[in-house]
Structures are given as structure tokens and as C-alpha cells.
């Protein structure tokens, strides 16, 4: 079944060629701007008017490394395009992130820490226009938090960024989660009150969350805050041509790839690149084998497809004759074909027409991959494998098939795609649906409690004293004097010998979850000295999918790092079912040395909570000498959702490029 998405198009100014929401972002006078535009409508690209027109400078937070290179890659051309020479472009675009901490190393320059800190106050001043830093969001809270300064070192801090940039953007905002929602807080409620902020907050996405609520219990001003939507039509600067959605319901993604073997070696011989993307991470793993036999049958040389995926980003370059080539510095605009999973979802533009694809596990995954394709005023071809337990696992799939075969061989506007995938997500948390921004989401409210956590451990920092200090106590959301009664609630079990220990562990331990942005699970490194390959890859899907864990030589790497390492292929080591293995954390209490083992899940506060109330031991002799303590220590993780654990848990994968 199958329908046709018509050519759409934003308007066009004809002097600035620029949309009405491009000039809203550059010129609109609001402290907070929330912009929702659909991919390809330029949202990026205003910003890079922001360094021509008016000379200005730039803090891009991207949430991936791929997505910053691509952005630096992009950005750079434009300037190229428009007459700057390559040496300015150097001196004008920098990156933040774990690739450019090594390029930097490989240098020789080892204190990157200091050159960031310098390079908040200016990038190059010899050459004139404007500039940009392009970074992950865990660069710069690791900045705004470093744990000290070094001798000489400035104590820049979170109002040096708020006075030496014009813009601060946090691109493909639906990202954040609710713990890491406190950074891009702090940003925003000080340059809408803090009176000597020069810089303006950004929040950008076609598939935006609600974020409004939360901004307003932060108690940012709502009249600091405006909602930007750039208007679709037919006619202006094309984003989209004519793009064909074609439903295939399929046993697996080879076999649609199979059926569509005609029209995808058709592109390839007009040079035109061609996307597959994947829900499981464990399916792509698994099918490798056979796609690298499969292109070979079409005439592709496995080298010249790109696989992009967490376990594959994380290796080093590699470009073997008959494999697929790997690694996340490569670029995708050179490859013919590239199979990836839900990594090419946040904001990466490719050069295709044509996108076969898994349709993801939301709405919003669906919305951005099928916006990968077709990009300007070219036709396109989307086509969606599905099965029945994709439609029992996923309703608003079922929805979606339904309307598709509604309107069979009809065509029909972005629009209403749009407020079909949007309506079932509204309705979950009571939006109305006819007068609001088609939202894709809504940030929990313990976003605001993770938020006056960040707050209470920002206004601490050793950067933040005198004036700093009191402008952070003054413009502090009522979540961060709260946190801050809290914290030190159960701070008063230090004073007794016997609890001492425990509860000043616990609640360092519990204030340092600031710095955690992001969950993702602790990362081991698997090695095949054999076949020169090496992975970082979550401990709990090794578990769940290989057997490598069993069957592998544990190790110390020359870093100082453990490693397995195991022999014969890495698809020998894959299991043909997957395994249910818990993702089990270790866990603290405010008044124990003795740890729990807790399943993460979605009970696991519930869990914690239930084990501090325990009436034997410890526990039960805490809460008869400090009761209002142990009260403070389980609100604490009520309300901010935040459960301290004993493992390293929180590292992030190789798609993150955090340091």
C-alpha cells in the first residue's frame, strides 16, 4: 500500500533568502526561542548567516559526535561557498568533542582543557566574521564542572559563556532526557534574567517535546520565551519533492531490500546514494554476512557501503576489501550505500532519494528518518518494512497503516502526516490537539527536580564565587533551594560515627549524578587480536546477544582498561535468540556501607525506596535516630527519579563523543 507526500516548500525572503522562522532565530528578540521546522527546512543553516551577516558567535550543542562532524562539514562548505579561504574556516569552526581531544593529542597539545576555556572568550581574532563551536552538551557541563583549575587557568564559567556568545543552540532538542535537561536550564533561565547576558537560547527540532511546562515550574519568564513554527506550503524553497511512502509488510529489511534490488541499483548508477535503516541493533549485527553477499550481487563492493551504529562507531577506521567499511570519522556523502540503525535519525543529511527503513520504535523516530530522503526539490521513495509484531508492540504503527490505506494511491500533504503521528503522543499527557505545536513528546516532571539538582551543584562549582555566586542564589528556581534543604537533611547523619561514612558517600555520590547527561550503560571493550578488531559495547547487550562474555579471555589493556578478548568471527559470537538478562545496578544507601542489587526498570524506585524502609537492621535504627534524614533521602529519588549506584554504569557509547 502506498501514498504520495506532496513537494513542500518554506517560504523564501527574495532579498536574504531567508524563511520567516531563519530570520525569527537571528532577529527575534526573545531570550528563549522553541523552533519547530521540518527536516531540511534550514533550521542549522540560520546560524551560519549568523557568522556571515552580522559577525557573530556561535555555541552549536549537537547530542552526537557523527552530527557534529556533519554540521562542521556542512557549515564549512557554505563558508566556502561564500569566499571564506580554508585558513579562515580553520580559525572560525572548531569542535568539541572526543575525536577532536585526539586529533589535538595526535598534535601534541596536551592541555585541551585550557585551549576550550581560552576559546570561550574568542577563536581568532586576526581574521574578521564570526564564529562557532560545535560540541556535544557533556563538553560543556564538564567545562562549566571541571573538578579543578590548574595554575594560571581562568575560572571561566557558566556567565563567561552567557556574555562571549550571541547564540547558544541545542540542536535536535527532543534528544535530552530528563537529567539532562538541568544544563540547557541554567542557560536558559540566566540569559532570560540575568541582565548582562548577551547570549540568546535556541532549542531546535522537527520533532519537538513540550518543554514549555517544565521552563515554566523552573520559573523561567514565559515573556522571554517564544515558540517559532515555520510555516509549509507549496510554494518558496522546495525542502521536499514529490516523496512516495510505500508499506511492505516483510519478514526482515534483506528481504524488502531484495524485492527493491531493481530501483536501488537504478540509483546507484545515477550516483545517487541509498539509505537502510534498522530498528535492532541485533538484526543489522546479525544480517551483515548476508548484505555484504547481497551488494556484492548488485555490483557493490562491500567497502563502498558504510555501516553506522553504536557497536560499529565505536571501532577504528576500517576499509577491507569485502566488508563493509566502519568507523564514525568516515564520511556518508562518499559512500554508495549506507546501513545503519537509529544513529542516522538526529539531524544528518544525506545525499539520497531513496530510503528503505524499519519504522522505529515512536512517532518522532518514524517523522525523522522518513525526513532523511528526498531532500530539495527532488521525488523520492520511502519504503517502511512492518510485520505483526511490530503492529502489536506499537499502536501508533497500526494508526499509521490504517491511514495509508485510507488513502491508497492518493496524495496528500506533510501536514497531515504529521498531526496523524503527533495526535496519539498529545493525547497521552492532555494536549489539546487543534490550537497547540504537534509535539512529539513531553519532558517528565522530574526534569525540573534533575534541573535544581544541576543548579544546587553549578552554584557550588569553584568558579562560582563572589558576585557569580550570588547571581546563581538569585535567579535559582525554587527546585534548587529545595534540593538544597534536602541534601542537607541528610547531611545531618554525618554527625553521628556510625552512619558518618555512609551518608556522605550517598550524597557526594547523589550530587554528582549532575554530571551524568545521559544514561547509557556501562561500555566494555572486546577485542580480536586475530582480526585486528576492536569494540566498545554495552555490558548488558553483550549479555543479552553474544556468548562473548562467557567464552572470552578477560584482560588489561595497555591503557589500563579491562577487555575481552575472544577468538573467530564477531558474527560466530552472536546468539540466534536473544537472552533475557536483567540490567542489574548496584546500588547505595544514605545509611549503610552494604549495597543491593536492583533490576532497572521501571520499578526500581519503587525498589530502593522499599529497601530503605527496611524494619530490620541498619536501616531501622536510622530511622529511629534521624527519621526527618532518612524522609529527606527517599524524596530525594522520588522526585528527581535519580537512584545512586555503586557500578560505572553511566558511561556513554561511541556515537555520544563525550570526553
Known amino acids: 500500500m502506498s501514498l504520495t507526500i506532496a513537494r513542500h516548500c518554506v517560504p523564501s525572503d527574495l532579498q536574504t533568502g531567508l524563511s520567516p522562522l531563519q530570520t525569527a532565530l537571528l532577529n527575534h528578540p526573545a531570550r528563549v526561542r522553541i523552533a519547530d521546522a521540518p527536516t531540511g527546512a534550514g533550521k542549522s543553516y540560520a546560524f551560519q548567516r549568523a557568522l556571515l551577516d552580522n559577525g557573530e558567535r556561535v555555541l552549536f550543542v549537537v547530542p552526537t559526535r557523527r552530527l557534529a562532524q556533519n554540521l562542521a562539514r556542512c ?18 569552526i572548531v569542535l568539541w568533542n572526543s575525536d577532536a581531544t585526539k586529533s589535538l593529542q595526535d598534535e601534541g597539545i596536551k592541555e585541551i582543557g585550557a585551549r576550550r576555556i581560552r576559546q570561550i572568550y574568542e577563536l581568532d581574532t586576526t581574521r574578521r566574521g564570526g564564529e562557532m563551536i560545535i560540541t556535544v552538551p557533556e563538553v560543556v557541563s564538564n567545562l562549566l564542572l571541571r573538578y579543578q583549575s590548574k595554575p594560571g587557568q581562568s575560572d571561566a564559567g557558566i556567565f563567561d559563556f552567557l556574555t562571549c556568545f550571541d547564540h547558544l543552540v541545542f540542536d535536535e532538542f527532543h534528544t535530552i532526557t530528563a537529567r539532562g535537561f538541568g544544563l540547557a536550564v541554567v542557560f536558559a533561565k540566566l540569559a532570560a534574567e540575568y541582565s548582562g547576558a548577551r547570549t540568546k537560547v535556541s532549542f531546535l527540532s522537527a520533532t519537538p517535546l513540550n518543554i514549555q511546562p517544565v521552563l515554566a515550574a523552573l520559573q523561567v519568564p514565559s515573556e522571554q520565551i517564544v515558540v517559532l513554527q515555520e510555516e509549509v506550503g507549496s510554494a518558496g524553497r522546495a525542502i521536499h519533492g514529490d516523496v512516495t511512502l510505500q508499506l511492505e509488510e516483510s519478514e526482515s529489511l ?58 560499529d562507531d565505536s571501532r577504528p577506521e ?74 502489536e508492540k506499537q499502536p501508533w504503527l497500526r494508526q499509521l497503516i490504517a491511514w495509508v490505506a485510507a488513502q491508497e494511491g492518493q496524495t496528500t500533504q506533510i501536514q497531515a502526516l504529521t498531526t ?42 569553584h568558579t562560582n564565587k563572589g558576585y557569580r555566586e550570588a547571581h546563581l542564589r538569585e535567579y535559582a528556581p525554587k527546585q534548587t533551594k529545595k534540593m538544597a534543604v534536602l541534601l542537607g537533611m541528610v547531611r545531618k547523619m554525618m554527625a553521628s560515627p556510625r552512619f558518618a561514612r555512609s551518608a556522605k558517600q550517598w550524597c557526594d555520590r547523589f550530587e554528582a549524578e549532575a554530571r551524568v547527561l545521559r544514561d547509557i550503560g556501562r561500555g566494555i571493550r572486546v ?16 549479555r543479552r546477544n553474544t556468548d562473548i562474555l562467557e567464552t572470552g579471555v578477560w584482560r588489561m589493556g595497555e591503557d589500563g582498561e579491562e577487555e575481552v578478548h575472544y577468538q573467530g568471527s564477531w558474527q560466530s559470537h552472536l546468539l540466534d535468540e536473544r537472552r533475557y538478562v536483567p540490567n542489574q545496578m548496584s546500588v547505595l544507601f544514605p545509611h549503610t556501607q552494604n549495597t543491593a542489587s536492583l533490576i532497572l526498570n521501571a520499578e526500581w524506585v519503587k525498589e530502593w525506596c522499599h529497601q530503605l524502609r527496611e524494619t530490620k537492621g541498619p536501616a531501622s535504627m536510622a530511622w529511629e535516630l534521624f527519621p526527618e534524614s532518612m524522609a529527606a533521602a527517599e524524596e530525594l529519588v522520588r522526585w528527581t527519579g535519580l537512584v545512586v549506584c555503586d557500578d560505572n554504569n553511566t558511561e556513554l557509547d561511541a556515537s555520544s563523543g563525550v570526553l
Open 75 to 92: 557549515l564549512s562548505e557554505g563558508l566556502e561557498a561564500a569566499g571564506w579561504e580554508e585558513k579562515k574556516r580553520r580559525a572560525k
Open 254 to 311: 534483506l528481504a524488502v531490500l531484495k524485492k527493491y534490488q531493481a530501483v536501488i541499483q537504478e540509483e546507484i548508477d545515477q550516483q545517487r546514494q541509498v539509505v537502510v535503516i534498522y530498528n535492532e541493533l541485533r538484526d543489522l549485527q546479525l544480517q551483515v554476512p548476508q548484505l555484504e553477499q547481497w551488494v556484492k550481487r548488485i555490483g557493490v563492493l562491500p567497502q563502498e557501503c558504510l555501516l553506522i551504529n553504536s557497536i
Open 318 to 391: 576500517v576499509k577491507a576489501p569485502g566488508e563493509f567499511t566502519v568507523g564514525r570519522r568516515q564520511p556518508p556523502e562518499r559512500f554508495k550505500l549506507l546501513i545503519a540503525t537509529s544513529s542516522v535519525e538526529i539531524g544528518v543529511t544525506f545525499n539520497a532519494r531513496v530510503l528503505l527503513m524499519e519504522p522505529g520504535f515512536e512517532p518522532l523516530n518514524f517523522l525523522q528518518r522518513y525526513g532523511r530522503a528526498a531532500r530539495g526539490d527532488f521525488p523520492g521513495l520511502v519504503v517502511v518494512r512492518w510485520d505483526k509484531g511490530l503492529v
Open 420 to 461: 496523524m503521528l503527533s495526535q496519539q503522543v498529545m493525547s497521552a499527557f492532555n494536549s489539546p490537539v487543534a490550537d497547540q505545536p504537534k509535539y512529539f513528546g513531553e519532558l517528565p516532571s522530574r526534569a525540573a527536580a534533575t534541573a535544581g539538582l544541576y543548579w544546587y551543584v553549578l552554584s557550588k562549582h
Open 527 to 542: 577485542v580480536n587480536e586475530a582480526w585486528g578488531e576492536v569494540r566498545e559495547v554495552r555490558e548488558v547487550w553483550l
